[in-house]
């Protein structure tokens, strides 16, 4: 259970992330009863916009997404209070400080802030006293655009914080199907006797957008697609599926048990890196039935960025589990579908009674998928109905709970968010997970400067560049339908 007598403090308490993601979510904890032991929800912003502004904006989300309930619209209200203040100013969170016993109060403080400012936060925290061994503090990425970047933020709140004070989200961890990686793999000896170079052949992670950059577009120029997607949400999904298994799962036995498996990723050298990296850019094209515009006209064409808004890689992983096995990683923005999986490709049997067919057929599939709709299925082989000679077809086997099973349906966010009230670091990033995941993007850029690997073009609306065909094509495998 939560620990009694808790008080969240949110940062940036009428920003974008707070309206969209926090508020909603914490709603959806009141309402499976999961904020009983919150005593009260703050937000603190620099602005003075009103209280009923940002309620309404909250409210509208909810109502649009048939989430809204009077009574417990009634009683999250209730616990929420919005004030005006620097966070980065000891006096105006001495004055919050003052309305609080963290003697007899857990103190959870959300950064929903750019990094930049995590720094003069932490030794206002620390000035105002809000700092004891009891509190604490969730970041989000973008945490640095380097090693050496995040380094830097890292240092800077160890001098205030421990480590096990620091909840570092990535919201692709709290999805409900990711979260269901450990208990197929783990909780199911026909999958667990199975999960390993004998028998699976390749492993595709796809995250795909049909959104271009919209009004993100300054801070995605800077970024790109490699470090905005592939360094966080793609890599801890890889972990996830190739992770040794743990002696129990604890967050510290996961946790490092996922760190041996970004440390144990093949570098991709400079006389590889572009057959096994593909880098897309899109072009003008057609998105859902509408003339979409080119990445070059949103950001300005003065320009001239080779910015990657579309990345495919083969990771390998240099360990006796996934020897010679690839792991195909891809995402982008305005692609065909929006659309997230996890694609475990079995090998074929050794040997086939059924020679004639099987040429045409795949091996077993276990289709992961994350969004819009999250749910498991497993893809094998049947004889089809009626009179023949065994002729064969692919089914797919349903493996998820059908929702009216479940007790509650949370977001990435709300399951993330009660786990921070838990205590519970399992779903969080580790700051060592961090600098290896950082070392091995930095080496593709920096084989990418080197190379000089272009961006390839491809029409908003597709499905990427016809490059990243060709990278898979090398290894006589193609990539999973989008959508």
């Not at 048939?66 to 999250?76: A, I, L």
Request: net charge negative.
């Amino acid at each position: 259970m939560p620990d009694s007598n808790t008080h969240i403090l949110i940062i940036g308490g009428d920003g974008d992330l707070s309206v969209r993601k926090l508020y909603p979510a914490l709603f959806a904890l009141e309402s499976a009863g999961e904020l009983k032991h919150v005593e009260r929800i703050t937000g603190l912003s620099r602005s003075s916009k009103d209280r009923s502004v940002v309620l309404n904006a909250v409210n509208e989300r909810l109502t649009a997404s048939g989430q809204h309930c009077d009574e417990h619209w009634d009683s999250f209200t209730g616990r929420l209070n919005l004030i005006q203040g620097d966070a980065t100013n000891a006096d105006d969170l001495r004055d919050f400080a003052a309305t609080i016993n963290l003697e007899t109060t857990q103190l959870i403080v959300y950064f929903a802030i750019p990094p930049k400012v995590f720094d003069g936060v932490c030794k206002a925290m620390q000035a105002a006293g809000l700092v004891v061994p009891s509190t604490r503090v969730v970041v989000e990425k973008p945490l640095g655009t380097s090693c050496d970047s995040f380094l830097d933020i890292h240092e800077q709140m160890a001098e205030i914080f421990d480590e096990n004070q620091v909840y570092r989200i990535d919201h692709y961890l709290g999805k409900e199907s990711v979260q269901n990686l450990l208990a197929l793999r783990f909780a199911n000896v026909i999958f667990s006797s199975i999960w390993n170079s004998d028998h699976i052949d390749s492993v595709q992670i796809t995250v795909a957008e049909t959104v271009g950059v919209e009004d993100r577009h300054e801070f995605y120029d800077e970024i790109g697609a490699l470090r905005d997607m592939v360094q966080n949400h793609l890599l801890q999904i890889l972990c996830l599926i190739a992770l040794e298994p743990p002696p129990n799962k604890t967050a510290d036995m996961i946790r490092s048990e996922k760190l041996k498996v970004i440390q144990s990723l093949k570098p991709i050298g400079l006389n590889e890196i572009n057959n096994k990296t593909i880098r897309g850019q899109y072009v003008a094209g057609t998105a859902d039935g509408e003339l979409a515009p080119g990445y070059q006209d949103e950001i300005g064409r003065e320009r001239m960025s080779n910015t990657e808004t579309f990345v495919a890689i083969k990771a390998e992983i240099d360990n006796w589990r996934w020897a010679g096995v690839p792991f195909y990683l891809r995402t982008g923005k305005r692609l065909s579908a929006r659309y997230a999986e996890i694609v475990i490709q079995f090998k074929k049997p050794k040997h086939s009674i059924f020679a004639d067919q099987s040429a045409t057929l795949p091996g077993n599939r276990l289709h992961i998928r994350l969004q819009p709709d999250d749910g498991v299925t497993l893809s094998f082989l049947n004889k089809q109905p009626g009179l023949g000679e065994l002729p064969l077809e692919e089914l797919d086997l349903n493996l998820q709970e059908p929702d009216a099973g479940r007790k509650h349906s949370f977001d990435a966010y709300a399951r993330l968010l009660l786990e921070v009230l838990r205590g519970d670091q399992t779903l969080f990033v580790s700051s060592d997970e961090v600098v290896a995941s950082w070392k091995w993007i930095d080496q593709i850029r920096a084989n990418w400067e080197t190379a000089n690997s272009k961006a390839h073009p491809y029409s908003a609306g597709t499905t990427g560049p016809s490059q990243a065909v060709v990278l898979i094509a090398r290894d006589n495998r193609e990539w999973t339908e989008l959508g």
